[in-house]
């Protein structure tokens, strides 16, 4: 009996399907033959979205990646930062599309000669966006926080970026930050154990923001991730996970007149040419990760501008110096005459981009630009590998890059390019490439022998850049190249010590000549990464460090 | 009753089902070359942070230890934790589901719908130039790539003709307030009129891309089914009685036709919720896929087994729906 009913329902269920579509055998007998048409609604029904004029004036911005978490000390990937920027403000700030240090909630600051007290005068009358004052107890209260492990806000995982910028946490060897005083509601008070010369440049980058206290202690670490609240331009609304992040106008932002936007939208759209799509067709205002050979179409498209962001990063060949035959310099500097730097530039970056002499770009203080970089000459490489004993050339293993960076859009192929020259001068180059985990895990292992990666800066500082990658005691971390000169050491440590600028600048300077001398690696290309907008957004002013509060950003009228 | 034994001995035997599937997806996990602590903290971490790390994920614990941990979690119900947004996966993966599933749904209705009917009359029309078209566009649609047919959607319906949005499950510029996560109900219960029209032309271009491979595939065995039955001796009596053409195919032969076409349905969804990888990263969709996927990329270990898991139990359990339909349907088969 049940099973009549059952069969029953069924059929009818399935009836009512062919129903839906309409039975009629000749109407339905058209659909398979022309079906993408019939799909799509009739054209008057659906014009593209575009901001309404009168409405609230939002913006969204589509971009490859979701952040990770909202928390800016607990982060470190840009995606994350690119929404922080503007839920919070950090103590000092950067300058527009540079890397100089310029007040933000700290209006002014005095150093102590002896470079170890730095007392922050803090802007009056600002409030986190859960009403709460800012003032010295805060930033006092952000710092425990970071530094003591034992504090109950401190994540399990740790603070990262603040361990490696100040030396470890509360009570390591190496930590920085001896003391934080609240002097007064609006002066806080740094005691350092040591001195550190990018101290202040320190307190600049994204993750060193303050957090309201209140807000961080009444929701937890992990929910506070999710549920940010800073003093910045705009206020968290809602995190729809891979999808959106939405943020409002923040009325009482101390920064008078600004923002400009009642409404930021940051929405995920993995796809670098569906994301294009999505902008010209106006569902999205402006995105970022344009693909350098959509930047002509971007520029031949009245309705568009593309916007370029001020270069901080570097993409390099390195030579691991401890595998034979790399070990001889002569030998590096032959294989650098024979990488065609403005052919690879052209070819794989779309112009976006500048070749590289140093391994930090022009756009940070400290770079060397008396050095004459070395023409592109396989006469040159061929004579230097005779000098150096190997008239015949070699074979060796070139590793190359399997994903697309910012400062490498396409590994393998420019590998590739390379490959080409190097074979005309006698060396065979293998090209070995592996999943990215993998190739980092075994590049920081030092399995390589020539290898392909590069370096986005995180503060404008030289040292993020020449000691990071190139001083011996980073050898098993990133300095790949295993390139241990005790002459730049040296220089490298006086510089991380001394407490002018123009003392530390005068060592960089001597540094790269020693770097470029010795050649432990070859830097390509700076890459300018390109944003692609509606023409009608102006004040987009992208930061060499990724991101960047759009505060000042609006829309034509 | 034999039907209802069987029943329970069908569902029983998911236990060794789920069982084995849990230590597959454990071991293809720990197949992947790369270390998830290096993966998590990055290019820019120190060595020693990697090490702290994986003694604090667990990562240097013996397999076997990892196992029964996380079997014992996923049985109280506890999905583990995100190691890459550290968020509980039980919370996060509810609205990934919603959307695969709401575009899952989308894509079989409409592979069904035009599949089913195609095959039909395709059948009933067999050697016309319908039929020939109707296999030729199957045939296309079989060996059609997701990524260059979502990709020529975009181009020609939301680039040229400007009548589809390309990317999203909703309207950015005036989003869905999600209730129940499925969002053509969310809109329903709101009564937004206007969004619930922006998430079905949102559905639209990414369930055409998802749907196409399934209904070319129900179109041909929908077809081959019928052939079969339309020229059994009950269909030719009914003929003979004068039943007309369209109630014979309809009422009389699709009945039976629809046993094997049921399986293909059945297979397919499961694929498909599974499958949705590429569609969802092409359209920007928010779904179960992508988040896998990342998490693969993450090394986010908890995500990719719970994330599988996940999606092979609504696999499996479709299956069974559709054993236990045959046995409604289709009286004929005996079952031990």
Excluded at chain 1, 110 to 116: K, Q, R, S, T
Excluded at chain 1, 365 to 387: C, M, P, V, Y
Aim: one cysteine or more.
């Amino acid at each position: 009996m049940k099973k009549r009913v059952l069969s029953a329902a069924m059929t009818s269920l399935l009836a009512l399907a062919m129903l839906l579509t309409g039975c009629g055998g000749s109407q339905t007998a058209q659909k398979p033959a022309e079906q993408p048409k019939t799909e799509a609604p009739a054209p008057a029904a659906t014009p593209a979205p575009e901001p309404a004029k009168s409405g609230p004036k939002q913006l969204i911005i589509g971009r490859g990646g979701d952040s990770v978490g909202l928390d800016p000390i607990q982060q470190t990937d840009g995606e994350s930062f690119k929404v922080t920027e503007n839920v919070f403000d950090t103590l000092v700030g950067y300058e527009e599309e540079s890397t100089a240090v310029v007040p933000s909630l700290a209006e002014k600051w005095e150093i102590a000669p002896d470079g170890l007290t730095y007392t922050f005068h803090l802007r009056s009358g600002v409030k986190f966006h859960d009403g709460t004052d800012f003032n010295a107890e805060a930033v006092k209260w952000n710092f425990e926080r970071w530094s003591d492990k034992s504090h109950p806000q401190h994540n399990k995982e740790g603070f990262e970026y603040y361990n490696d910028m100040f030396g470890g946490y509360k009570g390591d060897k190496d930590h920085v930050i001896k003391s934080v005083e609240a002097v007064d509601p609006q002066t806080v008070k740094f005691t350092l154990n040591r001195p550190l010369a990018p101290f202040i440049q320190n307190l600049g980058m994204s993750c060193f923001a303050i957090a309201s206290p209140k807000a961080v202690q009444e929701m937890g670490v992990e929910k506070f991730n999710e549920n940010p609240v800073g003093t910045g331009p705009f206020v968290f609304k809602e995190w729809k996970r891979n999808d959106t992040i939405t943020l409002e106008k923040n009325p009482n932002y101390w920064n008078a007149g600004f923002p400009k936007l009642d409404k930021i939208v940051f929405k995920t759209i993995p796809e670098n040419t569906a994301r294009l799509t999505a902008l010209t067709s106006g569902e999205i205002d402006m995105m970022d990760g344009l693909n350098p050979d959509d930047a002509q179409a971007v520029k031949d498209n009245q309705d568009l501008q593309l916007i370029l962001r001020p270069s901080m990063n570097i993409g390099f060949v390195g030579f691991n110096v401890e595998k034979k035959p790399l070990d001889n310099p002569k030998v590096r500097e032959a294989l650098a005459y024979a990488i065609n730097k403005p052919a690879i530039i052209e070819a794989f970056f779309a112009g976006l981009g500048q070749p590289a002499v140093n391994p930090m770009p022009p756009s940070i203080w400290g770079h060397n630009g008396n050095i004459k970089d070395r023409e592109f000459s396989l006469d040159k490489a061929k004579q230097l590998l005779t000098e150096a004993g190997f008239p015949n050339g070699f074979k060796i293993k070139f590793w190359a890059m399997p994903v697309a960076r910012p400062y490498m859009p396409d590994g393998v192929k420019i590998a590739e390019a390379i490959q080409q020259d190097l074979k005309k001068i006698g060396v065979e180059a293998e090209i070995v490439t592996m999943e990215w985990a993998t190739y980092l895990e075994k590049t920081k292992a030092g399995e390589q022998e020539m290898f392909m990666l590069g370096w986005t800066g995180d503060n404008g500082d030289p040292d993020n850049f020449l000691a990071t990658l190139l001083d011996k005691n980073n050898i098993g971390g990133n300095n790949r190249t295993r390139w241990a000169n005790e002459d730049a050491h040296k220089l490298l440590m006086q510089a991380q010590s001394a407490t002018t600028k123009e003392e530390r600048e005068k060592l960089y300077l001597q540094v790269q000549e020693i770097i470029f001398k010795d050649v432990p690696m070859v830097p390509l290309a700076h890459s300018t990464p390109a944003l692609a907008a509606k023409a009608s957004i102006i004040n987009y002013k992208p930061h060499p460090k990724g991101s960047e509060s759009l505060e000042k950003v609006e829309f034509k009228e | 009753m034999a039907l209802l034994s069987y029943s329970i001995r069908r569902i029983l035997m998911l236990i060794p089902v789920l069982l084995g599937m849990s230590i597959v997806v454990f071991s293809i996990i720990r197949a992947i070359p790369g270390d998830p602590a290096l993966t998590i903290l990055g290019e820019k971490a120190s060595p020693k942070a990697i090490e702290d790390l994986r003694e604090v994920l667990g990562l240097n614990n013996p397999w076997y230890v990892q196992y029964f941990d996380y079997l014992k979690q996923i049985l109280s119900g506890d999905l583990g934790v995100s190691l890459h947004s550290g968020a509980s996966i039980t919370q996060e993966i509810g609205p990934y589901l919603a959307a695969t599933t709401e575009l899952t749904i989308v894509s079989m209705l409409f592979a069904v719908i035009i599949g089913v009917n195609a095959g039909i009359l395709s059948a009933w029309k067999q050697n016309s130039w319908f039929d020939y078209s109707a296999m030729l566009i199957a045939l296309i649609g079989v060996s059609m790539p997701i990524f260059w047919l979502g990709l020529m959607e975009q181009w020609f319906f939301a680039q040229e003709l400007k009548w589809l949005p390309s990317v999203g499950r909703d309207n950015s510029r005036n989003p869905v307030e999600a209730i129940t996560q499925f969002y053509i109900l969310d809109t329903l219960l709101a009564g937004q009129w206007d969004q619930l029209w922006e998430v079905i032309k949102h559905l639209i271009l990414p369930g055409v891309a998802l749907g196409t491979i399934p209904m070319a595939i129900i179109a041909r065995i929908t077809r081959s089914s019928m052939l079969e039955v339309m020229r059994a001796d009950y269909v030719r009596t009914a003929r003979a009685k004068g039943m007309a053409q369209f109630w014979v195919v309809y009422k009389h032969a699709l009945k039976n036709a629809m046993i094997p076409v049921l399986t293909v349905i059945g297979l397919q969804t499961g694929l498909l919720l599974g499958g949705a990888v590429l569609t969802e990263t092409i359209f920007g969709w928010p779904g179960v896929g992508r988040y896998i996927f990342t998490a693969i990329g993450n090394r986010d270990y908890p995500v990719i087994q719970s994330g599988i898991l996940v999606i092979a139990t609504i696999f499996v359990l479709i299956n069974l729906l559709v054993d236990l339909l045959y046995a409604f349907i289709d009286p004929r088969i005996k079952y031990r």
